[in-house]
């Protein structure tokens, strides 16, 4: 066996000579907030990726929910599944693209962070806190800026704070805007696969331009949309869908939030949720020495303590403290 080195400018030359005009070049970063000496191996984006792949808020995400809360059905998509799956989507259109396949790993890796227990309905019960929307996007910046600092680059930070659709001004980046696309495709793709798991809705229920269009649903959907991510962006020199496929996934999209996420049978675990996240926040504002140190930010305000606390518990944890809060054992 044979094997060649590979350093770190070997790499930086790999991207100048085969990334596309597009792509993000490591060596061009606008850099971490402390500077640092250069890994003698990886890129910058390489170490980011890294760093994030061992944070312990990237672990967090095994136990927080996707869609169903708390599932015990083993094949339920968790945050960190889905997590993986944009990965994989968001690196296979920044190959397919000639962009920076590290750059966009590490920033599919890192957008969804920030996400509080119980899903986007957690984020939601936060928000009644602050006086403006609680973002998981900001609390992801928050992460690895302030509680568990990460000194990432400029450019993974910028992909994280604007992976979300409704975040202006959109990711500096092409590869982050990959993520935002990858993202899209993960979720309304396995999310269909849940909610028939579960029986909410069955394949016939789907609209037919979906079906017509991308085929059964699972992996003949992702490749679809991924290629028709790739051609588009091709055509029009930006990162884009085929407007046909984009038309569709927005139809797709109304469908879920229709007949999953917003169906009325939901409405009594989203105020279940309501009650554990606001029980919990109204605790610690009386009692702060129930937060541990180690979430503890000595320079935050108590109610931004409280919320970091919160909004960093995974589904199971935050249910085992409320038990025992509020439900001690041998009380009914």
Known sequence: MEFRR?????????????????????????????????????TAFERDRDRILHSKAFRRLKHKTQVFINPEDDHFVTRLTHTLQV?????????????????????????DVGHAPFGHTGEDALADYVDATWLHSQQGLRIFQVLEPLNLTWEVLDG???????????PATAEGIVCRFADRIAYLTH??????????????????????RFGEPGSPWIAAMIEAVIEESIATATVAMEPECLEVMHELRDFMFDRVYLRPESEAHKRQVFTIIHELV??????????????????ASHLTQVIDYVAGMTDRYALRLHDTLFRPEGVD
């Open 6 to 42: 590979r350093t770190r400018r070997e790499a930086e030359r790999l991207e100048r000579e085969l990334l596309a005009p597009a792509a993000s070049q490591s060596t061009k970063s606008k850099g971490r907030q402390v500077d640092e000496e250069p890994d003698p191996y990886r």
């Open 282 to 299: 109204d605790y610690l504002l009386d009692d702060a020495a129930r937060i541990p140190d180690s979430y503890r930010h000595p320079e």
């Open 87 to 111: 990965t994989q989507i968001g690196r296979s259109i920044a190959a397919f693209l000639s962009l920076n396949e590290p750059l966009t790993e590490a920033i599919c890796l890192g957008h």
């Open 160 to 170: 994280i704070r604007a992976h979300s659709w409704k975040i202006d001004p959109p």
């Open 191 to 212: 999310d269909v696969l849940d909610a028939m798991r579960a029986g909410i809705i069955s394949e016939a229920d789907l609209p037919a331009a979906a079906l017509a």
